[in-house]
């Protein structure tokens, strides 16, 4: 009867998505040929699922190198005699107060990564040593309040404040803790049991109540049965499904937790363009499109291939999305609040490129395995437990002389609007541009619809700054007085002294995109990305590489009225210097050497000056340094209809 209502549940909601999603008819790539009666006939049962080796099978443990499995012994052993701080009250309610999450997640993160280290040290020693350390650390996991995030309790009814013990809810990190408990509980297996027969059975109460009952029995937002969900649900769907495959005995309750996990990924994909491209950007695929790869990586083991979409061309061109975005070296074309500059996780690219078999992204896994192993930068510590296994167990040819950056010449999303463009294919040297249209309702959205970015010779030159880090102010109704969500701080006109709105109603129409090899172009009409204020009839945008020679811009508009002067905006991390009428040179810095770029304009029409901001925030200043500057071209004309036009070049 349970699962029955809980069916139900599930499927009027489907239907109430659906309506909302435009009348679409749904993909349903997982739920079509998986019913609850098939899927009963075709799921591994628990005691069957065996993925990894655990501890008692010290074969494939000891056959892992020495150096690999000392460096394990060496991180636990720093965590030996570690005290396993509680999370305050007042700590907890650092967030509804002052918007500060970090003092919380110091402690909440830092004891998850105490234990996934010890953990992992017991696994490569195998004599007891850390077994008391881990047991401490299970059971002050377990008797936390909660296991999430401070930023993520207004989900619960009662808002931002102290979580509400009568009122679990399923987020981000209270899956992930399910998910490392359920690790420990496989991994360690009958060992727990020598600690105390009481170990095992308290995680698997805990992971019950906070985690597997309100899954099955609440409608979280992030499932995508009434409004379009976002990396949350691959993200949680990853390690909910983990967990049930871990440490669910229940058959029954297995394939209605995997049921519903079929139901809540199916919501997440049949709102995925066909092009594959992920609004929140190259940052945020790693739990987006990269966490549904780590759900179809476990659907595929535990049906034995029963469910296998990796040959859908939608689940290609979500792998595919990552080396288009990817400029040079660590730099992506960074949207929204993603970052401009990425350590990517070689094995999980590498494991999701060998599932769709493309070539491209396997050797762009390649090249970040190699650029890790010359920087020292092979760190197993930090990544999320099934990738540190597949790591150590997997058949990764991961080490072969196939590395390389697969830098496309050209490519063009047409349902997300992202385009990019170089000189020449597989070559960094020259120009490279990226250009975004779309609305300024994405998920991390900033209001950036227009905005584009030009690199140099693989370096930097004009740039999507990115975001600070995150505050309560962030995803509060004031996100948009931070300077970083704001299009005057992106490459992008200020018309009339009016700024672009947020909004899905505020987006780019009338795209335009050619390519052959002597250009590459997008066009756009980027007016209605602007409140009726800014007074614009139309504003046609047109970004054109002219290959081995320039970009240019041109600015095509007619405006309604005329209230006060345009305004452009460049943002670089160059340090711009004025070397004659009408050209401008950005030159190379003590934090960014190797690229130039010269800027040329009509000095009878727009005049510039430079606005140097400091960077404070850490985040920014990871990637950026100290300081920016922005470059603010005035209009000196007043006319309604005009033409702008802007050269790039090296």
Known sequence: MKNHLITCIALLSIIIFENISAGEKPRNYLCQPATTDHLSGI??????????????????????????????????????EYKWPVVPASVTLDFKRNGNRSRYESISFGRRKALKALLFAELSENKGRFLDAIADGIWAICEETFWGSSAHLSVQSAGKDLPDVTEPIVELFSAETAALLSWAYYLLDKRLDDISPLLRPRIRYEIQRRVFAPYLSTDFGWM????????????????V??????????????????????????????????????????????????????CLEYLDGCTKGKINIYDKPLIKNIASYYYKMHISGN????????????????????SIGKNVNDEK???????????????????YFEAPVNIILGRLFGELDIESNTAYEPLLRDFWLPESQYMGARSAENSSKGLFMAVQGGHNGESHNHNDVGNFVVFADGKPALIDIGV?????????PQRYEIWTMQSAYHNLPTINGIMQKDGAQYKATDLNYESND????LSMNIAKAYPEDAKVGTWIRTVCLNRNKNIELTEKFKLNEYKQAITLNFMTCLDPVIIDEGIIALKPNTKFQGAQLAIEYDKNMLSPAFEKI???DKKLKKVWGDSLTRIVFTCLKKNLDDTIKIIFKQ
């Open 43 to 80: 799921l591994v049962p628990y005691a069957s699922w065996h993925p990894f080796p655990i501890i008692n099978e010290r074969k494939q443990w000891e056959n892992i190198p020495g150096d690999m499995r000392s460096s394990f012994i060496a991180e636990g052993e720093k965590y030996l």
């Open 224 to 239: 995508g049965f009434k409004r379009k969900p976002n990396n949350w649900n691959p993200w949680i769907n990853s390690n």
């Open 241 to 294: 499904l983990l967990a049930t495959l871990c440490i669910q005995d229940n058959e029954t309750e297995r394939v209605a937790l995997v049921g519903r996990v079929l139901q809540t990924l199916d919501n997440f994909i049949n709102q995925y363009p066909d092009d594959g491209g992920c609004d929140e950007g190259p940052s945020y695929w790693r739990v987006a499109g990269g966490r549904l790869f780590n």
């Open 331 to 350: 730099y992506f074309f960074n949207t929204g609040d993603g970052a401009a500059k990425l350590n990517p996780n070689p094995y999980l690219l590498y």
């Open 361 to 379: 992204l396997i050797a762009l896994a390649k090249y970040f395995y190699k650029v890790d192993r010359e920087n020292d930068e092979d760190e």
């Open 468 to 476: 600070e880090t995150y505050t309560a102010k962030t995803f509060s």
């Open 518 to 521: 002597e250009f590459a172009r």
């Open 614 to 616: 400091k960077i404070e």
